[in-house]
């Protein structure tokens, strides 16, 4: 689908973004940007004037977003399709309070809910112990390019695993945004554009003083001077980490995790840990409590492991007497199940 718009709808788009520009993060505004533009493009295929879309239109539109398949024939995730229907409701939100329109069609919409469970994207701490071990070897590499591909993912997975930040909070620091002596980061752009403060425990801020002062220049050489604390735009940087976390996690037989994996680790590793729940919720910067919660949800496999280990009915269980100390099937018992 062509990504072209009329002229009416452009300039709509153009008035809502410059609207929403000082609202949202830099990145958060490519994003809506890419989102509005793709939904403004249907409503034009379509041939609808978007000052006289009702409930019936808004209803086709949630129907295609939700029924689309790809080139690869995939249809989008449940939050892919929530984000196409908020932004709409955002646009159409800015169509109401600029007097455009009386009201905003697509605030009558049932959206789908998104399932409330854990990612798979997660390591226990011994296994993000042997990760971030094997990361710490970037001396080992055989190239300079290599070492220096190496040391930067070391630096930014102990930092992203110290701090919790999302890949694209770590993005938009510079040096300046760290005070290592009282292991601070302070974070200008966070998720909604809304600014907030980080934390480095006492290994992180080292590492981070090292990179600072002479690792950065080593890793960026022409870049150094971007003022950026990383050197890069997140995209480019997703796919360094992510490329890099899969080799190394495949030589070590590990789940492989992405860059989000160090941010859901770490809240998981603290929740067992005992740290309190509001706690956690401020390190990873959370702005609702229940958001936090989800690293209370565990895992089906990890019920059915505690039934079998602490069940006084286990059939594992060791037993006295004439089985021997074998646990015995139960079919051995005269029981069909």
């Known amino acids: 689908m062509s990504l072209h718009l009329t002229t009416t709808t452009a300039n709509l788009m153009d008035e809502f973004l410059d609207a929403e520009q000082p609202k949202v993060s830099p990145l958060g505004y490519i994003s809506l940007e890419s989102l509005i533009r793709r939904i403004l493009v249907w409503f034009d295929a379509e041939d609808l004037d978007v000052l006289n879309v009702g409930i019936n239109e808004a209803l086709r539109y949630s129907a295609w977003i939700a029924e689309y398949r790809g080139e690869d024939g995939q249809s989008y995730a449940v939050g892919t399709v929530l984000n196409y229907l908020k932004a709409a409701r955002r646009f159409f939100d800015f169509l109401v309070h600029t007097e455009r329109i009386k009201s905003n069609p697509f605030k009558a919409l049932r959206y789908p809910r998104q399932p409330q469970h854990m990612t798979r994207n997660v ?96 890793v960026m050489r022409d870049n150094q001077n971007d003022g950026s604390l990383f050197g890069a735009e997140k995209h ?59 690293y209370t949800r565990v895992d089906k496999d990890d019920l059915k492991r505690s039934l079998d280990q602490f069940h006084p009915r286990q059939f594992r269980q060791k037993l006295s007497g004439d089985s021997g100390g074998q646990s015995p099937h139960p079919r051995r018992l005269g029981y069909e199940y």
Do not use: W
């Open 123 to 218: 390591l226990t701490e011994a296994q993000m112990g042997r990760l971030l071990q094997a990361l710490k070897g970037f001396a080992d590499s055989p190239t300079v390019r290599d070492r220096h591909r190496r040391y930067r993912v070391h630096v930014i997975a102990e930092f992203l695993y110290a701090t919790g930040l999302r890949i694209a909070e770590a993005c938009t620091l510079s040096e300046e945004n760290l005070d290592l002596e009282h292991r601070l980061v302070y974070v200008p752009q966070g998720k909604g554009g809304r600014p907030r403060m980080a934390f480095l425990h006492g290994y992180a801020a080292q590492i981070m003083e090292h990179y600072v002062r002479v690792g950065r220049s080593a």
């Open 236 to 294: 480019r940087m997703v796919v360094l980490i992510n490329q890099e976390l899969k080799t190394v996690c495949t030589a070590l037989d590990l789940p492989i995790i992405t860059t989000h994996g160090f941010r859901h680790s770490l809240g998981t590793h603290l929740l067992r840990a005992g740290c309190d729940m509001r706690h956690i919720q401020v390190i990873l910067g959370h702005e609702a409590l229940s958001t936090t919660q989800i």
